[in-house]
């Protein structure tokens, strides 16, 4: 080819990389170097780290080799919430698209670009091919913090020559060693070491969580620990490692994310405010924003995915808010495809005689919820199939099952102290036995639902974040007596000890029983429990710590937070296997 012709067609790439997004590549290895071998000069490819705007150079780094960082100057990117726009995000895809198809990249001369969807203080985009079927993997190494180890997901197939993927782990603000290795299928490796210094934490916490190893010499569980809701600076959601660093940090705009749910086509959703949900592809893509304020809600506390992919979530009616200060006591559907609303569950309808009575307005908690009228306070959703789930409402310290609920939905039972319920219309007729002497719980957050093989047909286990406290602002005068009678383990209402706990619900015989329960650091609010393998991992929010425990409960490891913050709302492991590793 003449070498005229050469610089038209890469002149014409250019051009349609600008129109496209107008976004450029800027740091030490700009979009100019990246297509070096065609020898490309034009001067405008190449800008200053700090013409990218106060925000973006957060979220940015292009220290190290060769790293990759985006012009993003032609976008209004001036506050989180202007990231998680699908339109901007997709002309951010479609600029990487680009760059990829100038030249071929190789594992010996990568592209690298620094958190390219700006979801990721932390993360690389990784992109190369290899000549022969391969499957990565790769180390982070960074002075004073342990090593990183990961297998890299880069298609269904774990052998494969086109290789693309978010890599996960290096250090914020500070210089990581990093080392890729292509291992083909005959055993041969060839490596490629490369160095890269993110920015800081975008939230400005501590880059490690403080460890204390416990008594169990038992292994962790793999996975990172997902710190969801810490009431930081500003909030994010982070990825962190058994050795307590944090090696990923998902920046949102308020709230907190709430959890992280798999989709069928492999991405994730997840909270980014009380109006918002996104889904989240594994290069860090925001593939689709819903919103629920513009449909007459916000949501709060929790969501789950149904067997086909919709989402069911707790939500509060903006109309029933404005009327009435009536908050938390929604639950809609929402159609994953079309982000729309098809369901809203109102309690009022399902407790009506409850609603005469709890009159009383928030007085306990914070200032912005001072006034409102919390009834329910659900704080927890599990689905049991797709016409059924159960909820946690911690106004009323009562686990409920409701039935039918993409019809006529209609309470099935409820777990509760008796006294909760006694007086208020024939609902107490609802409640299931209690087999045993032990405290109800009391506040409770996060419920699991698990069927066991070696349960029959109407018995399944319920665990639960058992936090111990009372509070029921809607009827100030409810009498605790009731609850201060009872103990587990000596432990009794309010005497700041909270308790993992786990029932047998029955069913058949509308019984439960308390099978296993522990003390826990204490939590008045907030706080979680998750079941991992033979292991338990437990969240106390309001301690800012959580600890995974044995099968025999005996603590592992416990992380505390290296800093000050009100609170976390909860933390849950994920392996995230099929998404950013193998």
């Known amino acids: 080819m003449k070498k005229s012709k050469l610089y038209l067609l890469i002149g014409i790439s250019l051009i349609t990389a600008i129109a496209l997004g107008g976004l450029y590549l800027k740091g030490t290895d700009s979009f100019k170097s990246s297509i070096s071998s065609h020898s490309l000069t034009s001067s405008s490819d190449q800008v200053s780290a700090s013409e990218n705007n106060e925000l973006v150079q957060k979220l940015v780094s292009d220290q190290g080799n060769k790293i990759v960082v985006l012009n993003y100057t032609d976008f209004k990117l001036n506050q989180v919430s202007d990231v998680y ?167 949102i705009v308020s709230y907190n994310s709430m959890r992280l749910a798999t989709t069928q086509d492999g991405q994730m959703y997840l909270g980014i405010s009380q109006s918002k949900l996104a889904k989240m592809n594994r290069f860090g893509q925001i593939t689709q924003v819903i919103d629920l304020a513009s449909q007459g809600y916000e949501v709060h506390h929790d969501f789950e995915l149904d067997s086909k992919g919709d989402i069911w979530a707790l939500a509060t009616s903006k109309k029933r808010y404005e009327e009435n200060k009536y908050t938390e006591d929604q639950i809609v559907k929402i159609d994953h495809k079309t982000g729309k609303i098809v369901k809203a569950i109102d309690t009022q309808k399902l407790l009506p005689e409850l609603y005469k009575i709890a009159t009383g307005k928030v007085v306990h908690l914070s200032d912005t919820k001072i006034g409102n009228r919390d009834l329910m306070h659900f704080n927890s959703i599990q689905l049991v199939d797709d016409d059924t789930f159960l909820l946690s409402s911690r106004e009323t310290s009562t686990i409920m099952k409701i039935t039918n609920i993409n019809s006529s939905a209609k309470i099935s039972y409820m777990i509760a102290n008796q006294s909760v319920w006694q007086g208020v219309g024939n ?102 429990v998750q079941h991992l393998g033979d292991n338990v991992l437990v969240a106390s929010g309001q301690a800012n710590t959580f600890t995974e425990y044995d099968k025999s409960a005996n603590p592992i490891r416990t992380y505390t937070l290296d800093g000050e913050a009100h609170l976390t709302y909860r933390t849950l492991k994920y392996d995230f296997k099929n998404f950013y590793f193998d």
């Open 85 to 251: 726009s699908t339109s901007i995000q997709n002309k951010i895809a479609t600029i990487l698209q680009t760059i990829k198809n100038h030249r071929k990249y190789t594992l010996t001369d990568p592209l690298l670009v620094s958190d390219p969807f700006l979801t990721n203080t932390t993360g690389l985009y990784v992109h190369f091919t290899t000549e022969h079927p391969s499957k990565i993997s790769y180390v982070v190494k960074a002075s004073d913090y342990a090593d990183y180890n990961a297998d890299a997901y880069s298609n269904k197939e774990t052998y494969v020559t086109n290789h693309d993927f978010q890599l996960l782990g290096a250090v914020a603000g500070v210089k990581n060693t990093i080392t890729i290795t292509a291992t083909n299928k005959d055993g041969s490796k060839e490596t490629k070491t490369f160095t890269y210094t993110p920015p800081k934490l975008y939230s400005s916490v501590a880059n490690t969580y403080k460890t204390s190893n416990g008594t169990s010499s038992a292994k962790l569980s793999n996975g990172l620990y997902t710190v969801i809701g810490l009431q930081a600076k500003n909030r994010a959601t982070y990825y962190v490692d058994n050795n307590g660093v944090i090696r990923g940090e998902v920046p």
């Open 427 to 528: 609902y107490s007729n609802l409640l299931f036995q209690k087999v045993g002497d032990f405290i109800d719980s009391a506040g409770q957050h996060s419920l699991v639902y698990e069927k066991a093989d070696n349960l029959g047909d109407g018995q399944y286990y319920l665990s639960m974040f058992d936090n111990n406290y009372g509070l029921m602002d809607s009827r100030p005068s409810f009498d605790w007596s009731a609850y201060k009678a009872e103990n587990t383990y000596g432990i009794t209402l309010s005497t700041k000890k909270s308790m993992y706990y786990k029932y047998l619900v029955d069913e058949n015989k509308h019984t439960y029983t308390l099978v296993s329960a522990f003390a826990v650091p204490y939590s008045s609010f907030v706080s979680d």
